[in-house]
């Protein structure tokens, strides 16, 4: 759905868009840990997520973990830095499918908003 949907419905909002001007929003790199840290972060404060989330870089040498370097991660130790169960089994599913159906951030950044849904709402753990 288009975000000026949302407008409509929001004066103020649209107003203070309006007044801010236009902008772009540029594709993100690197989209599976843009979705592991969205994960990790569901239902805590931001301080907290912020915590975890640092722990879990901080697993991996830098720049960023790799898809393979996640999926070797024994799950006790995605358990260790605070993750739940659950959010632990989640980004390991992130992780497994994006190994498996072989997605790129190019690959995704082509796709529409509805074929991104498609492709990305059949992982346990990711929603729309």
């Given amino acids: 759905m288009h975000y000026t949907v949302y407008l409509n419905k929001d004066?103020?909002?649209?107003?203070?868009i309006a007044a801010?001007?236009?902008?772009?929003l540029k594709p993100r790199k690197k989209v599976y840990l843009h979705?592991?840290?969205?994960i990790m972060?569901?239902?805590?404060?931001?301080?907290?997520a912020d915590i975890i989330y640092q722990r879990f870089v901080n697993l991996y040498p830098k720049p960023a973990p790799t898809i393979a370097q996640i999926l070797d991660t024994p799950f006790e130790q995605l358990r260790g830095i605070g993750l739940s169960n659950a959010k632990a089994q989640y980004?390991?599913?992130?992780c497994r499918y994006f190994k498996e159906h072989r997605l790129t951030d190019a690959r995704l950044h082509?796709?529409?908003?509805?074929?991104?849904?498609?492709?990305l709402t059949p992982i346990k753990g990711v929603g729309q």
């Fill in 110 to 119: 082509r796709m529409s908003n509805e074929e991104l849904l498609q492709c």
């Fill in 35 to 38: 979705l592991c840290a969205s």
């Fill in 41 to 48: 972060s569901q239902q805590l404060s931001t301080k907290v």
């Fill in 91 to 94: 980004v390991l599913n992130v």
């Fill in 20 to 24: 801010q001007g236009a902008f772009e």
């Fill in 11 to 16: 004066r103020q909002l649209k107003k203070l």
